[in-house]
T-cell receptor, first 113, second 117 residues
């Protein structure tokens, strides 16, 4: 069965500090991996995705993530947090890239001055 | 490009009534749309996959007679919550799939908050 585990339901960082949101997945077939951001009462916006090829992927707003097959991880990072980064972040896996997206429980990122 | 809209953005209804939520792909044709529900402070749970011109595929545990899905055109899918009850109150989000077969690029709508009194 496919699943996604996001370690830490809440992460708090100072403005300008490194952001690290952790995601581990389980998939019986090569996964497609995604990070989405959700602002209050809004839908999801795609931050970045890994399908095939380069394992370090860059997304919008300065975020990037690295696919590590040996660790079954796809952690999201940003070198310097901004106040506007405060939101809910979801990691998702699509086994083999077909149809279904399976979401993790989400991590709420708080950024304080 | 790849904009998905939902209408209404919020709705309040009385228990026992039915509510219809529309999901539209504004600038592309979506052969597949997905419906999710999200309870407060929780993740998105896939309810059903909607393919244009065919019956929706529901996830285990989702009542198909309660959550009616119609995908009548390549740009419109509707979710009707029939005989709504307070426990159906939730945030409903649709997404539309774009891209060739085998590649999963979903674009999400802004969501519809349903409150059943």
């Amino acid at each position: 069965a496919q699943s996604v585990t996001q370690l830490g339901s809440h992460v708090s960082v100072s403005e300008g500090a490194l952001v690290l949101l952790r995601c581990n997945y389980s998939s019986s077939v090569p996964p497609y991996l995604f990070w989405y951001v959700q602002y209050p009462n809004q839908g999801l916006q795609l931050l970045l995705k890994y399908t095939t090829g380069a394992t370090l992927v860059k997304g919008i707003n300065g975020f990037e993530a690295e696919f590590k097959k040996s660790e079954t991880s796809f952690h999201l990072t940003k070198p310097s947090a901004h106040m506007s980064d405060a939101a809910e972040y979801f990691c998702a896996v699509s086994p083999g890239g077909y149809n279904k997206l399976i979401f993790g429980a989400g991590t709420r990122l708080a950024v304080h001055p | 490009g790849a904009v998905v809209s939902q209408h209404p953005s919020w709705v309040i209804c009385k228990s026992g009534t039915s509510v219809k939520i529309e999901c539209r792909s504004l600038d592309f044709q979506a052969t597949t749309m997905f419906w999710y529900r999200q309870f407060p402070k929780q993740s998105l749970m896939l309810m059903a996959t909607s393919n244009e011109g065919s019956k929706a595929t529901y996830e285990q545990g989702v009542e198909k007679d309660k959550f009616l899905i119609n995908h009548a055109s390549l740009t419109l899918s509707t979710l009707t919550v029939t005989s709504a009850h307070p426990e159906d109150s939730s945030f409903y989000i649709c997404s539309a799939r774009i891209g060739p077969l085998g590649y999963n690029e979903q674009f999400f709508g802004p969501g519809t908050r349903l409150t059943v009194l």
